[in-house]
């Protein structure tokens, strides 16, 4: 256990300094794309945690991103905070909405769950405009700062925002892989799979369903915050129900039950836009065709996955490896 | 004056939602799913009925176009979509979500085709008559024609699929496959095609609601409106606060909802149009979890 242990701090910190050489390898559009990507891999990974292994939906994380980013600002316009406090403030006020939705959605199951959370999403982030604080339709700026002058000269905007983003994603990888290591995700995975069992067996379920939410949504609260540094601004557009839908995709296309595939979801949304474009300027298609290409793609995509690689890519090759070697035997 | 107005505007939008509402119970006493993308489908419909209002010219005669191109779409989607997935994701953790992922997809999917085909462009469907309001000893409501059209329409709709539940052998083939599907199979019903069956009538259902919810709105038809939006949610939250197995549920659920809406936007906030339905959700479950009318689920072991 150790030893395993001791292995995959070496592998977290060999892909922070691969990430580190590769953003100073690539130009500006892509190293803005990897923070993009970074803040998708700790948006997709609190779905993971909350759907592939306490067996719970949610398409209101939009809406919980968007409490972690308003925090944000709040605290960095209102009382100046410094910046890493402000993520803090990001993930705890995330996680205090996300225990009171949890609350709610230990009562709720399946589909009446799914849509109480699309109701979330569809209301909270409107609700930002009854309150001047929160700067109404424009929204709120929301500014981490200019990098260190300590990093050299020509270390740009879009690089800090990628370290940030991407050091923040390492981390809650981090945390949330010891998380589902221990006797939380042990008790969340028993539950998914049996609840009656795993009442009988002493878990408390509604107990331990609100504390999968409340984590979920503190890193949702996170990367809320990250996407919002990366824009530069909070507003109510910023998190519309397209963007929780599109969470929880990236989470089936990685495989709800695998956290390291979350990187595969990440990529895949960020790179199907780019692909639609080729594919659209390829085709010489009208700018409606453009504009809605993405979309159709990450929903075909959607339907695709479920159908035919329905627990993840990752798992479905680990399958099918088992299979081989059971038959080789 | 103020409050009648109010209450009627609620009724108007509360059929509507309780017609979205029954075309979600059908599909859900059919196969167990929650069709995340019955909007996009009525959104699909209603396209389809504009299609018939600018050729042919007649409200009335897209009216029935839009149904049958919308219980046309249900039936394909169930008997392609809906077939494969219960085969294919029964297993894993992606079990229990995988219907509403598929759905949700597929929600995705239609809006992005319906946005191709028809999108950026002005597409207005006219009513049959008019929207303005009636005149009472010099006062203006804003209870319209229209809206008692609506009304009167929608409330027929509902008691026809009532008889056709109640009365008939198909409505009697339809209540037994969703109550027991292997002794329905026994006693000689075709489930499948029952369920397909289950699915356009929900397919046409939504296509009346897409059409009036648009004619009730300012006539303007786009993928992404906030009409559709809250059509979406609304059908939805008036189906489980129902219940999601109960066509009077979902009725009822419809007009709870309505009015709500309606009266907060009245005397509360205007700007609390999008947060209303969700904290009349939560309190409707925070009471009943499983609905109005819905029967308390049994403890599977």
């Keep these: ?329 | 004056m103020d409050l009648l107005n109010t209450f009627l505007i609620g009724v108007t939008a509360g059929t509507i939602y309780g017609l979205m509402a029954i075309s979600m119970v059908l599909v859900w006493r059919s196969t167990r799913v929650v069709n995340f993308a019955q909007a996009g489908m009525a959104l699909l419909s209603t396209y389809f009925g504009y299609e018939a209002v600018t050729r042919l010219g007649s409200f009335w005669i897209a009216l029935p176009v839009a149904m049958i191109g919308g219980a046309l779409v249900a039936a394909l989607v169930e008997m392609i979509l809906i077939r494969l997935l219960v085969k294919h994701s029964t297993s894993g953790p992606i079990a229990g979500v995988a219907p509403i992922i598929a759905t949700l997809g597929l929600l995705g999917v239609i809006r992005s085709v319906s946005a191709m085909i028809w999108g950026g462009q002005d597409v207005r469907i006219v009513g049959p008559v008019s929207n303005d309001g009636f005149t009472i000893n010099g006062t203006t409501l804003v209870f319209s024609p229209l809206k008692l059209l609506i009304l009167v329409t929608v409330l027929v709709l509902m008691l026809i699929l009532s008889i056709v539940f109640q009365k008939t052998n198909i409505g009697l083939a339809l209540r037994a496959s969703a109550h027991a599907p292997e002794i329905a199979r026994l006693s000689g019903v075709k489930v499948d095609w029952v369920r397909t069956l289950g699915w356009a009538l929900s397919g046409a259902a939504g296509a009346v609601a897409g059409m009036f919810q648009t004619v009730n709105g300012n006539g303007t038809l786009s993928p992404d409106s906030i009409e559709f939006s809250l059509l979406l949610v609304s059908g939805f939250i008036a189906a489980v606060i129902g219940g999601l197995d109960s066509m009077i549920g979902a009725v009822i659920g419809g007009l709870v909802l309505g009015l709500m809406i309606s009266f907060v936007l009245m005397y509360v906030s205007s700007g609390l149009f999008f947060i209303a339905p969700f904290v009349i959700l939560l309190t409707v479950l925070f009471i009943r979890p499983q609905g109005l009318f819905g029967a308390k689920a049994a403890r599977r072991a």
């Design chain 1, 1 to 329: 256990m150790h030893k395993k242990q001791s292995r995959d701090i070496f592998l977290f910190i060999l892909g922070g300094v691969v990430l580190y050489f590769l953003s100073g390898m690539v130009d500006e559009l892509r190293v803005y794309q990897g923070a993009t990507i970074a803040v998708y891999v700790i948006a997709i990974s609190s779905i993971i945690l909350l759907t592939g292994y306490s067996g719970q939906v949610s398409l209101g994380h939009g809406a919980l991103m968007a409490v972690g980013a308003y925090a944000a600002a709040v605290a960095r316009v209102e009382f100046s905070l410094p910046i890493v406090l402000c993520f803090v403030v990001a993930v705890l006020a995330a996680a205090i909405g996300g225990a009171l939705l949890g609350a709610a959605a230990a009562r709720l199951s399946g589909p009446y769950l799914a849509g109480t959370t699309l109701a979330l999403a569809i209301g909270l982030p409107s609700l930002a405009n009854q309150f001047s604080v929160l700067g109404g339709e424009q929204g709120l700026l929301f500014d981490v700062g200019f990098p260190p002058l300590s990093l050299g000269e020509d270390f740009t905007q879009y690089k800090w925002f990628f370290w940030i983003a991407g050091l923040a994603a390492l981390l809650s990888m981090w945390a949330i892989k010891n998380i589902l290591g221990s006797r939380y995700g042990r008790t969340w995975r028993a539950i998914r799979g049996n609840e009656v069992a795993a009442q009988l067996s002493g878990i408390n379920i509604a107990r331990s369903k609100i504390l999968a939410f409340t984590i979920s949504a503190g890193i949702a609260g996170l990367a809320g915050a990250l996407l919002s540094m990366t824009i530069g601004t909070v507003s109510p557009s910023a998190f519309p129900l397209a963007l929780s839908f599109s969470l929880l995709t990236g989470a089936v296309l990685s495989g709800l039950t695998t956290l390291g595939g979350a990187m595969i979801g990440s990529v895949v949304l960020v790179a199907i836009p780019e692909i639609a474009d080729v594919v659209a300027h390829r085709l010489g298609s009208s700018e409606r065709v453009t504009t809605n290409l993405p979309g159709f793609l990450v929903s075909a995509l959607l339907i695709l996955t479920v159908l035919f690689v329905p627990n993840g890519p990752v798992e479905q090759h680990r399958a099918r490896k088992a299979k081989h070697l059971a038959q080789k035997k």
